[in-house]
């Protein structure tokens, strides 16, 4: 499965992004669909997660309230609203997919997309 990632760009503290990922070549609803973030400096973070259904979702502490994640199986996308956003969000977003939720949301993703950047201004 290859993802494409989109919707970073560059928002000043407080501001909102929404970002994309869909596959080419599958279906999307076949897959659990994660996102990541990689900040200069630091290790490869989970963001937040959802199942194939959409039925279930799973946030790191850092972005629940502010971060929402939600799929369109119809579109063969997935989406992470970010609003509220702050300085500490900035980083490179990834998505990742794996054939099941499983018990660990934030591990044994099989298919990286590309990166999409996200900066944030104070």
Do not use: H
Request: positive net charge.
């Amino acid at each position: 499965v290859q993802l494409q990632a989109s919707g970073g760009g560059f928002v000043q503290a407080g501001g909102s992004l929404r970002l994309s990922c869909a596959p080419s070549g599958r279906t999307f609803s076949d897959y659990a669909v994660g996102w990541f973030r990689l900040a200069p400096g630091k290790d490869r973070e989970f963001v937040a997660a959802i199942s194939q259904s959409g039925i279930s979702t799973y946030y790191t502490d850092s972005v629940k309230g502010r971060f929402t994640i939600s799929r369109d199986n119809a579109k063969n996308t997935v989406y992470l609203q970010m609003n509220s956003l702050k300085p500490e969000d900035t980083a490179v977003y990834y998505c990742a997919a794996k054939a099941y939720i499983g018990a660990s949301p934030d591990k044994g993703y099989a298919y990286w997309g590309q990166g999409t950047q996200v900066t944030v201004s104070s």
